[in-house]
């Protein structure tokens, strides 16, 4: 009997140790899986997150592009006939380029093609230096088929770097001074080249233990967002990231002590439990961490055009809950930047989201969509409310800002639109933007609704 009780004893205790070694190794194996997927998910949004902000650069260099080719002077001093005094030497299209806006290529092409005035890291070229690269000539010739108002944009390859491109018809814009001579188009291109060592800036302004761009078979390479190609498809970039592993931190701080826990069973459930809860808030706030970051301007502070669109896109989803959408641009912004320079730019910014935001009300959301544009979406649909809420808006952009011993004055244009529910989100930005549109060309610090065009008159018969 006791022979038999001993032999159920050690079996029992076999059994046991056994499954507290199949839980141990499982416990093993499931937290391998959890750290694989945690860096899997860490990598993939970190990569998502860089390219948004490539995407941001596109999206500058389009917008800075457009401000310059719309300048009245511009068309007056570079059309046609350029003024390389007024352009270089008093730094309206010259080596301010660089030094504010950091934009290393510059260049005009008149209504035969030709490369007639260029500017290359800061220094005006004798020759013609910009149209010798790779997909130039397509970016102009597209720029010049969409005509005065749309930019062309791409991605160019210089020394072996990609350069964010943008080229657009040169205009006499909203300036009535200035008269179009009908003498064919001058085009006007930007380029901004990524290089290594703004590569390495990024990196180190997120953290990340590597960041780079890695020359790829244009034919192999994936199809996916991690991949830049050139705009001439000659060429392709891969990004690669070295992304934060939580992962594997998280296995280097349970691992060791595992050794204890299995040898203590109690003391190893309460443990893990504890530890696996640890881990998985930080993963939660890691998450959430990357998920803010992606979807707010880190200049304002203010949800980004994503979050905007996504917000927006919502409330027209719902029954019963109308809208209206202002769309806002700054007046005499641009002179700032070019004056000042981009602290300066980001200051103004700053404040004028911070103002923007104290105008509206509960239900109300503002949003920067990049460069100088605002937006701002209110519950308020009556009309002599909306005046109000516009001349408010008005009243405070356009008060002084201080910065740095200078009082700083800038202005803003709106454009409103109502919208309705099921309301199609491209048709109500449209409106918006038309409404903007017709706001700027009627003067500064002035705000539109947007009204539908009337259809033409039929002759009686």
Known sequence: ?????????????????????????????????????????????????????????????EKTVSDYADWGAAYKHLHNNVDVSWAYERRNVGANLLDD?????????????????????????????????????????????????????????????PVFAAARVIS???????????AGVSVLLFGDRLTHGELEQLRKNLGLEQLQLVEADRDSAPSDGNVLRSSAGDAAFLIEVMAPRPGREMLHAIIPSFAVIAAMFGGMLW??????????????????????????DAVTGLPNRNLFTQRLRDILSRPDTPVSVLFLDLDRFKPINDTF?????DFVLAEIGRRLEATTKAGDFCARLGGDEFVIVTLERDESSLHRLCKTIIQEVSADITYDAHELIVGVSI????????????????????????????????????SEPKPPERALA
């Open 172 to 182: 006499t814009g909203a300036d009535p001074s200035v008269v179009p001579d009908g």
């Open 271 to 296: 443990w893990l439990g504890r530890q696996g809860t640890r881990d998985a808030y930080m993963f939660q706030e890691h998450h959430r961490s990357l998920r803010k970051t992606a979807h707010f």
């Open 341 to 345: 320079g981009h602290e300066a730019g």
């Open 1 to 61: 009997m006791t022979n038999l009780a001993l032999a159920f004893s050690r079996k029992t205790v076999a059994v046991i140790l056994a499954a507290v070694l199949l839980a141990y190794v499982l416990s093993i194996l499931f937290l391998v899986g959890i750290a694989r997927i945690q860096d899997q998910k860490s990598l993939a949004q970190t990569t998502q997150f860089v390219r948004l902000l490539l995407q941001e650069k596109e999206s500058w260099i």
């Open 101 to 161: 806006l950091s934009i290393e290529y510059a260049a005009v092409f008149d209504a035969a093609g030709r490369e007639v005035y260029s500017i290359v890291d800061g220094q005006l070229m004798k020759e013609p230096a910009v149209g010798a690269i790779r997909g130039v000539k397509d970016l102009v010739d597209r720029a010049r088929t969409m005509g005065a108002g749309n930019a062309a944009n791409g991605i160019l390859v210089a020394h072996g770097d």
């Open 415 to 450: 454009g409103i639109a109502l919208a309705q529910p099921n309301d199609a989100l491209e048709d109500v930005l449209r409106r918006a933007d038309k409404a903007l549109y017709d706001a700027k060309t009627s003067g500064r610090s002035r705000y539109r609704w947007y």
